[in-house]
Protein backbone atom coordinates (compact mmCIF):
# COMPACT_ATOMS: atom_id res chain seq x y z
CA UNK A 1 0.00 0.00 0.00
CA UNK A 2 1.31 3.39 0.17
CA UNK A 3 2.32 4.09 -3.73
CA UNK A 4 2.46 7.35 -5.24
CA UNK A 5 3.44 7.44 -8.98
CA UNK A 6 4.52 10.55 -11.16
CA UNK A 7 3.92 11.03 -14.99
CA UNK A 8 6.18 11.43 -16.54
CA UNK A 9 8.99 9.61 -15.34
CA UNK A 10 11.31 11.86 -17.77
CA UNK A 11 10.42 14.99 -20.44
CA UNK A 12 12.76 16.54 -22.54
CA UNK A 13 10.93 19.96 -23.93
CA UNK A 14 12.08 22.96 -25.81
CA UNK A 15 12.71 26.46 -23.97
CA UNK A 16 9.67 28.15 -23.92
CA UNK A 17 7.33 25.53 -23.65
CA UNK A 18 5.21 24.26 -20.65
CA UNK A 19 5.38 21.17 -19.43
CA UNK A 20 3.06 19.22 -17.25
CA UNK A 21 3.68 16.35 -14.35
CA UNK A 22 0.94 14.45 -12.45
CA UNK A 23 1.02 12.90 -9.10
CA UNK A 24 -1.21 10.29 -8.07
CA UNK A 25 -1.83 8.35 -4.61
CA UNK A 26 -2.63 4.68 -6.08
CA UNK A 27 -3.99 3.46 -2.53
CA UNK A 28 -5.00 5.92 -0.72
CA UNK A 29 -6.36 9.77 -0.17
CA UNK A 30 -4.40 12.73 0.01
CA UNK A 31 -5.42 15.68 1.01
CA UNK A 32 -1.79 16.84 1.19
CA UNK A 33 1.00 16.96 -1.53
CA UNK A 34 4.10 18.24 -1.38
CA UNK A 35 6.46 19.34 -4.31
CA UNK A 36 9.88 19.44 -4.24
CA UNK A 37 13.07 20.39 -6.87
CA UNK A 38 16.19 18.43 -6.65
CA UNK A 39 18.82 19.60 -8.30
CA UNK A 40 22.17 17.17 -9.04
CA UNK A 41 23.73 15.93 -5.91
CA UNK A 42 21.58 18.58 -4.12
CA UNK A 43 18.76 17.91 -1.16
CA UNK A 44 15.50 17.84 -1.77
CA UNK A 45 13.89 21.69 -1.59
CA UNK A 46 10.73 22.48 -1.08
CA UNK A 47 8.83 23.86 -3.79
CA UNK A 48 5.12 24.41 -2.65
CA UNK A 49 2.41 22.69 -0.34
CA UNK A 50 -0.89 21.12 -2.42
CA UNK A 51 -4.14 21.17 -0.94
CA UNK A 52 -7.09 19.32 -2.14
CA UNK A 53 -9.79 22.21 -3.47
CA UNK A 54 -7.44 24.89 -2.08
CA UNK A 55 -4.86 27.15 -4.22
CA UNK A 56 -1.15 25.82 -3.00
CA UNK A 57 1.11 27.31 -0.69
CA UNK A 58 4.63 28.19 -1.86
CA UNK A 59 7.69 28.77 -0.15
CA UNK A 60 9.37 31.75 -0.23
CA UNK A 61 11.14 31.93 -3.67
CA UNK A 62 9.51 30.27 -5.58
CA UNK A 63 7.41 31.82 -8.42
CA UNK A 64 3.83 30.70 -8.10
CA UNK A 65 3.03 31.40 -11.66
CA UNK A 66 5.60 29.76 -12.96
CA UNK A 67 5.39 26.45 -11.53
CA UNK A 68 1.47 26.21 -11.40
CA UNK A 69 -0.31 23.85 -9.17
CA UNK A 70 -3.58 21.91 -9.11
CA UNK A 71 -4.86 19.70 -7.01
CA UNK A 72 -8.02 18.84 -7.89
CA UNK A 73 -9.46 15.31 -6.47
CA UNK A 74 -7.91 13.45 -3.02
CA UNK A 75 -5.82 11.28 -5.77
CA UNK A 76 -4.15 13.52 -8.14
CA UNK A 77 -2.18 16.99 -8.13
CA UNK A 78 -0.48 18.67 -11.10
CA UNK A 79 2.65 20.82 -11.29
CA UNK A 80 2.95 22.42 -14.89
CA UNK A 81 5.86 24.47 -15.42
CA UNK A 82 5.31 27.64 -17.90
CA UNK A 83 7.47 28.61 -20.52
CA UNK A 84 10.39 26.53 -19.22
CA UNK A 85 13.91 27.74 -19.50
CA UNK A 86 16.86 25.25 -19.12
CA UNK A 87 17.23 26.35 -15.37
CA UNK A 88 14.21 25.03 -14.29
CA UNK A 89 16.04 21.47 -15.74
CA UNK A 90 16.10 19.64 -12.52
CA UNK A 91 14.16 16.39 -10.86
CA UNK A 92 11.07 16.87 -9.63
CA UNK A 93 9.17 14.49 -6.92
CA UNK A 94 6.08 14.86 -5.11
CA UNK A 95 5.27 13.30 -1.93
CA UNK A 96 1.63 12.80 -0.50
CA UNK A 97 0.12 12.53 2.95
CA UNK A 98 -2.81 9.73 3.69
CA UNK A 99 -5.81 12.17 4.88
CA UNK A 100 -6.89 9.16 6.65
CA UNK A 101 -4.15 9.02 9.01
CA UNK A 102 -4.20 11.12 12.72
CA UNK A 103 -1.36 13.01 14.22
CA UNK A 104 2.02 12.95 12.23
CA UNK A 105 2.37 10.78 9.20
CA UNK A 106 5.02 9.80 6.62
CA UNK A 107 4.91 11.47 3.47
CA UNK A 108 4.88 9.02 0.51
CA UNK A 109 7.15 9.93 -2.01
CA UNK A 110 6.70 9.19 -5.95
CA UNK A 111 9.60 8.23 -8.10
CA UNK A 112 10.33 11.44 -9.68
CA UNK A 113 10.23 13.12 -12.92
CA UNK A 114 13.17 13.87 -15.12
CA UNK A 115 12.74 17.41 -16.83
CA UNK A 116 15.41 18.59 -18.88
CA UNK A 117 14.56 22.05 -20.70
CA UNK A 118 16.85 22.59 -24.40
CA UNK B 1 12.18 27.60 11.71
CA UNK B 2 14.15 24.26 11.55
CA UNK B 3 17.10 22.67 9.97
CA UNK B 4 18.90 19.47 9.55
CA UNK B 5 23.11 19.09 9.10
CA UNK B 6 24.13 15.68 7.69
CA UNK B 7 27.93 15.49 8.64
CA UNK B 8 29.76 14.10 5.66
CA UNK B 9 28.51 14.23 2.22
CA UNK B 10 30.01 11.12 1.66
CA UNK B 11 30.76 7.87 3.08
CA UNK B 12 32.90 4.81 2.06
CA UNK B 13 32.32 1.78 4.12
CA UNK B 14 33.76 -1.74 3.48
CA UNK B 15 30.79 -4.75 3.07
CA UNK B 16 30.05 -5.92 6.10
CA UNK B 17 31.61 -3.09 8.23
CA UNK B 18 29.77 -0.42 10.55
CA UNK B 19 27.49 1.88 8.77
CA UNK B 20 27.01 5.49 10.75
CA UNK B 21 25.70 8.42 9.23
CA UNK B 22 25.12 11.50 11.46
CA UNK B 23 22.83 13.49 11.75
CA UNK B 24 22.00 17.24 13.80
CA UNK B 25 18.70 19.02 13.67
CA UNK B 26 17.38 22.09 15.15
CA UNK B 27 13.58 22.48 16.07
CA UNK B 28 11.86 25.01 18.68
CA UNK B 29 9.95 22.27 18.89
CA UNK B 30 9.88 18.37 19.79
CA UNK B 31 10.63 17.15 16.57
CA UNK B 32 9.34 14.31 14.09
CA UNK B 33 12.45 12.90 12.49
CA UNK B 34 12.88 11.00 9.69
CA UNK B 35 15.56 8.94 7.85
CA UNK B 36 15.09 8.12 3.96
CA UNK B 37 16.91 6.61 1.45
CA UNK B 38 17.55 7.23 -2.28
CA UNK B 39 18.72 5.00 -5.23
CA UNK B 40 19.93 7.04 -8.22
CA UNK B 41 16.94 8.40 -10.51
CA UNK B 42 14.34 7.36 -7.81
CA UNK B 43 11.95 8.68 -5.50
CA UNK B 44 12.51 8.87 -1.33
CA UNK B 45 12.04 5.34 0.63
CA UNK B 46 11.36 5.94 4.32
CA UNK B 47 13.55 3.83 6.57
CA UNK B 48 12.78 4.72 9.90
CA UNK B 49 11.01 7.38 11.58
CA UNK B 50 10.81 8.94 15.84
CA UNK B 51 7.89 10.31 16.22
CA UNK B 52 7.06 9.78 20.19
CA UNK B 53 8.23 7.05 22.67
CA UNK B 54 11.23 4.68 21.99
CA UNK B 55 14.44 6.77 21.41
CA UNK B 56 16.60 4.25 19.53
CA UNK B 57 13.86 3.27 16.77
CA UNK B 58 14.60 0.25 14.31
CA UNK B 59 14.00 0.68 10.73
CA UNK B 60 13.86 -1.47 6.93
CA UNK B 61 17.06 -3.45 5.70
CA UNK B 62 18.61 -3.62 9.40
CA UNK B 63 19.14 0.42 9.92
CA UNK B 64 18.33 1.83 12.97
CA UNK B 65 18.43 5.28 14.73
CA UNK B 66 18.71 6.62 18.06
CA UNK B 67 17.11 9.94 19.31
CA UNK B 68 19.04 11.56 21.85
CA UNK B 69 17.09 15.01 22.77
CA UNK B 70 20.31 16.77 24.74
CA UNK B 71 22.45 16.31 21.75
CA UNK B 72 20.17 16.99 19.27
CA UNK B 73 21.13 14.45 17.09
CA UNK B 74 19.55 11.58 15.37
CA UNK B 75 22.44 8.86 13.93
CA UNK B 76 21.84 6.36 11.40
CA UNK B 77 23.36 3.01 11.48
CA UNK B 78 23.70 -0.47 10.66
CA UNK B 79 25.79 -3.12 12.01
CA UNK B 80 27.03 -4.72 8.54
CA UNK B 81 27.38 -2.63 5.33
CA UNK B 82 25.90 -4.83 2.06
CA UNK B 83 26.91 -3.38 -1.43
CA UNK B 84 22.75 -2.68 -1.58
CA UNK B 85 23.38 -0.35 0.88
CA UNK B 86 25.19 2.07 -1.73
CA UNK B 87 22.62 4.96 -2.29
CA UNK B 88 21.97 8.30 -1.03
CA UNK B 89 20.49 9.15 2.73
CA UNK B 90 18.67 11.88 3.82
CA UNK B 91 17.56 13.00 7.23
CA UNK B 92 14.67 15.23 7.63
CA UNK B 93 12.65 17.06 10.58
CA UNK B 94 9.34 17.67 10.27
CA UNK B 95 7.48 20.74 11.11
CA UNK B 96 4.26 22.31 11.58
CA UNK B 97 1.86 21.29 8.81
CA UNK B 98 3.61 18.17 8.11
CA UNK B 99 6.46 19.99 6.06
CA UNK B 100 9.75 18.28 5.87
CA UNK B 101 13.20 20.14 5.58
CA UNK B 102 15.74 17.52 4.80
CA UNK B 103 19.82 17.60 5.52
CA UNK B 104 22.15 17.96 2.61
CA UNK B 105 22.30 13.91 2.37
CA UNK B 106 25.11 11.88 2.55
CA UNK B 107 26.00 9.44 -0.65
CA UNK B 108 27.45 6.01 0.88
CA UNK B 109 29.58 3.82 -1.07
CA UNK B 110 30.17 0.38 -0.23
CA UNK B 111 33.20 -1.09 -1.20
CA UNK B 112 33.79 -4.92 -1.54
Known amino acids: GAVVSQHPSRVICKSGTSVKIECRSL??????MFWYRQFPKQSLMLMAT?????????EQGVEKDKFLINHASLTLSTLTVTSAHPEDSSFYIC??????????????FGPGTRLTVL | AQSVTQLGSHVSVSEGALVLLRCNYS??????LFWYVQYPNQGLQLLLK??????LVKGINGFEAEFKKSETSFHLTKPSAHMSDAAEYFC??????????FGGGTRVLVKP
Open chain 1, 95 to 108: SARDALAGGYNEQF
Open chain 1, 27 to 32: DFQATT
Open chain 1, 50 to 58: SNEGSKATY
Open chain 2, 27 to 32: SSVPPY
Open chain 2, 50 to 55: YTTGAT
Open chain 2, 92 to 101: AVGALGNKLT
